[in-house]
């Protein structure tokens, strides 16, 4: 893997920049600017190079189609007032651009192509997408770690097409997370939680061996109340998911991996609603769990207690909503209280997780925080990211 850092020549080079600019959005406005502020280096860098920065990047999950509310546009306002420089989004469709010659158009240094999730030949790994949109750029950066677990066009299949090479984020990550596997300590624990279940839920097989508790919680927990027998209302849950939480029991017993999920959670009729605490097999079929409740708090707090090593990546509920938020502010502070005493070594990762503790002020509190949540529980089972392999 080469570091764009080591690059000298890169005057009116132009650029394509895979970043990750998937910030938590409500409404337009972005909530979290974390994966933004963490990539001003390669973009500082870069501009004081002199090249010409055409970035790539998705938000959310539009699933091919244009959906107007996952625009780029806010976030290249935001770029445009932390780089005090002019950013120009380019909304034309990708496919039309044709060659490189078009940016020569216009006085901006630095451009956005509009979300690349707009066209379904990105997640289709297309390889005729992937060398049209070589086409526009002399060289390739992937300063994206936290998709690099996505074997999508504009990561696995562009570095075909052209020199390619590492940001300073992706080296920082990768770095950090090099170290963290090599010096890791016993007991070690992982809370596991968040909405994204049907990626994670396959993950979490290969973890346990590595593994001495996992804590389940947030959407994934779901499937795990309800292969116990209980009702989980009109909660989010993954469908067909019987199979793998019956391989999850059994594997985390052969390993001796303790299993955890939530024995009392906090329900509410909808998202906006106002929270109950409720055991497992109280819960009505109109409502939904939106938290974990004070039991599942006091028994996740003794297991951090008792661990040397905290690894978390997604939050215990729903906390947009302060109601929902409070599982997880819980092992949040109990992490903190343990970091600062010493008595823990700590890493936490994803996009809402690191949301959640710049709300609570607390992302100095923890040993390394990771912008990546999929792809940083991926490089924990030890699996080779498309994304990495490509630059290799
Ligand atoms: C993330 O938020 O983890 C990355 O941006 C990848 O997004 P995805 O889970 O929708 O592929
Ligand atoms: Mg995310």
Excluded at 251 to 270: A, F, H, M, R, T
Excluded at 324 to 336: D, E, L, R, T
Excluded at 350 to 356: E, N
Aim: net charge positive.
């Amino acid at each position: 893997m080469r570091s764009i850092i080591n690059e000298k020549n890169l005057n009116n080079k132009k650029i394509l920049l895979r970043l990750d600019l998937n910030v938590p959005l409500d409404k337009g406005k972005i909530i979290d600017t974390t994966r933004i502020d963490k990539i001003l280096p390669t973009l500082d860098f870069l501009i004081r190079q002199k090249a010409k920065i055409i970035i790539l990047s998705h938000v959310g999950r539009p699933r091919g189609k244009i959906v107007k509310e996952l625009s780029l546009k806010p976030i290249c306002e935001e770029l445009q007032k932390k780089l005090k420089k002019k950013v120009k989004l380019i909304s034309e469709n990708i496919k039309e651009i044709i060659n490189k010659k078009f940016f020569n158009n216009y006085n901006e240094d630095i451009f956005v192509l509009e979300n690349i999730r707009f066209y379904s030949e990105e997640e289709q790994n297309d390889n005729k997408f992937a060398e049209l949109i070589s086409n526009l750029g002399d060289i390739y950066v992937n300063d994206a770690f936290s998709c690099s677990h996505r074997a999508h066009a504009s990561i696995y299949e562009i570095p075909k097409f052209l020199p390619s090479f590492s940001g300073l984020q992706l080296n920082l990550e990768v770095n950090a997370l090099n170290k963290i596997t090599s010096e890791i300590t016993r007991p070690i624990t992982c809370v596991i939680g968040g909405s994204k279940i049907s990626t994670k839920i396959n993950v979490i097989k290969n973890l346990i061996p590595k593994f001495d508790n996992l804590i389940i919680v947030g959407g994934m927990a779901n499937n795990f109340i309800e292969y116990f027998g209980n009702s989980v209302g009109k909660s989010i849950k993954e469908k067909n998911c019987d199979k793998i939480v019956e391989e999850i029991i059994s594997l985390s017993k052969k390993e001796k991996c303790k299993i955890i999920y939530p024995e009392d959670v906090v329900v509410s009729k909808d998202l906006s609603g106002s929270p109950q605490k409720k055991e497992l097999s109280e819960i009505l079929t109109d409502e939904m769990i939106l938290d974990i409740g004070p039991k599942t708090i006091e028994k996740i707090t003794k297991i951090i207690d008792n661990s040397k090593t905290i690894l978390w990546n997604g939050p215990a509920g729903y906390f947009e909503n302060p109601n929902f938020a409070y599982g997880s502010i819980q092992i949040a502070k109990k992490i903190i209280e343990n970091n600062k005493a010493n008595k823990i070594y700590s890493v936490v990762g994803g996009g809402d997780t690191v949301s959640l503790l710049n709300n609570l002020n607390a992302v100095n509190e923890f040993n390394f925080v990771s912008t990546a949540g999929g792809a940083f529980l991926e490089y924990l089972e030890g699996k080779n990211l498309p994304g990495i392999t490509a630059l290799n």
